[in-house]
């Protein structure tokens, strides 16, 4: 079975730049989290999705960071204007969630650096 | 805030060595799962514990869940190198929320 699948694996921008990542979770899943990861600040969550509608977004750092569902087999995670800062692993995972124990499976990242 | 501390942050020992790193939170969790993740790749759930005082084992980890369900520890025997990587702790606090640990950096030399 596929897993979590992201695109790109590497993006390298310069700031100001718009940036679009996208993800196919697993199919069947109803849960999607996007979550950033750094050194300094470990994995973060960002978003989550629940049957393609956003939930929480408290972890969305600024205005300049949005995400979309439009179907239960796509999303996207955009940064416009992107600035150094934003340079992290954006991870996506995905989950069935059935009232406890969320299960996530993680896709392999997003490895973004902005200029 | 949640928040959920890891000790080590760092750990290099032999091939052979038992280990043992911690998962510590002033808070509790309802449940708290171990994941390990490999350089270029995402975070892979190894186990979720949900009962206070609760010991998983995964061939040679064991996993346990303080009584209070404010921390958790795990422990392997034997390492390999093979188990090198970062070990997350995320604690779940209700409506699908998980918070992570910083994680510790395990590296077993052969």
């Known amino acids: 079975d596929a897993g979590v699948i992201q695109s790109p694996r590497h993006e390298v921008t310069e700031m100001g730049q718009e940036v679009t990542l996208r993800c196919k979770p697993i199919s069947g899943h109803n849960s999607l989290f996007w979550y950033r990861q750094t050194m300094m600040r470990g994995l973060e969550l960002l978003i989550y999705?629940?049957?393609?509608?956003?939930?929480?977004d408290s972890g969305m750092p600024e205005d300049r960071f949005s995400a979309k569902m439009p179907n239960a087999s796509f999303s996207t995670l955009k940064i416009q204007p992107s600035e150094p800062r934003d340079s992290a692993v954006y991870f996506c995972?995905?989950?069935?969630?059935?009232?406890?124990?969320?299960?996530?499976?993680f896709g392999s990242g997003t490895q973004l650096s902005v200029l | 805030t949640q928040l959920l501390e890891q000790s080590p942050q760092f750990l290099s020992i032999q091939e052979g060595e038992n280990l043992t790193v911690y998962c510590n939170s002033s808070?509790?969790?309802?449940?708290l799962q171990w994941y390990r993740q490999e350089p270029g790749e995402g975070p892979v759930l190894l186990v979720t514990?949900?009962?206070?005082?609760e010991v998983k084992k995964l061939k040679r980890l064991t996993f346990q869940f303080g009584d209070a369900r404010k921390d958790s520890s795990l422990h392997i025997t034997a390492a390999q190198p093979g188990d090198t990587g970062l070990y997350l702790c995320?604690?779940?606090?209700?409506?699908?929320?998980?918070?992570f640990g910083q994680g510790t950096r395990l590296t077993i030399n052969p």
């Open positions: 995320a604690g779940g606090g209700g409506a699908q929320k998980l918070v």
């Open positions: 999705f629940n049957n393609n509608v956003p939930i929480d």
């Open positions: 995972a995905s989950s069935l969630f059935q009232g406890w124990g969320e299960k996530l499976f």
């Open positions: 808070s509790v969790f309802s449940s």
């Open positions: 514990v949900v009962t206070g005082g």
